[in-house]
């Protein structure tokens, strides 16, 4: 494991829709599990869920029923599929990955992505 890039952000109207990918390198990404979180202006980086390597997740109370992450290990990508968004969503999405632990604290989480913004406009 080892470099992450995130893709799929942009600016999409309120109650739109938005796929984000998380694309790893290496072989070993179905050992790994996946978190994605968001960083808004101003403000501290947020935890959105994870994944983990047995496809279980979780999520911020926040985002819970409209965001859904996947992995799919074949193409060593993770996914961050976000529906009704709101204007409040707008922040650059980072995801990271660790092979180890697991949770809600980014400090758990060893490789991260360069994040990709994802606007909403009211």
């Known amino acids: 494991q080892g470099l992450l890039v995130e893709s799929g952000g942009g600016l999409v109207q309120t109650g739109g829709s938005l796929r984000l990918s998380c694309a790893a390198s290496?072989?070993?990404?179905?050992?790994?599990?996946v978190a994605w979180f968001r960083q808004a202006p101003g403000k501290e980086r947020e935890f959105v869920g994870f994944?983990?390597?047995?496809?279980?997740?979780s999520y911020a109370d926040s985002v819970a029923g409209r965001f859904t992450i996947s992995r799919d290990n074949a193409k060593n990508t993770a996914y961050l599929q976000m529906n009704n968004l709101k204007p409040e969503d707008t922040a650059v999405y980072y995801c990271?990955?660790?092979?180890?632990?697991?949770?809600?604290?980014?400090?758990?989480?060893?490789?991260w992505g360069q994040g990709t913004q994802v606007t909403v406009s009211s």
């Open positions: 990271a990955s660790d092979a180890g632990r697991i949770g809600t604290s980014a400090n758990l989480y060893t490789y």
């Open positions: 994944i983990n390597r047995n496809q279980g997740t």
């Open positions: 290496g072989s070993t990404f179905s050992n790994y599990a």
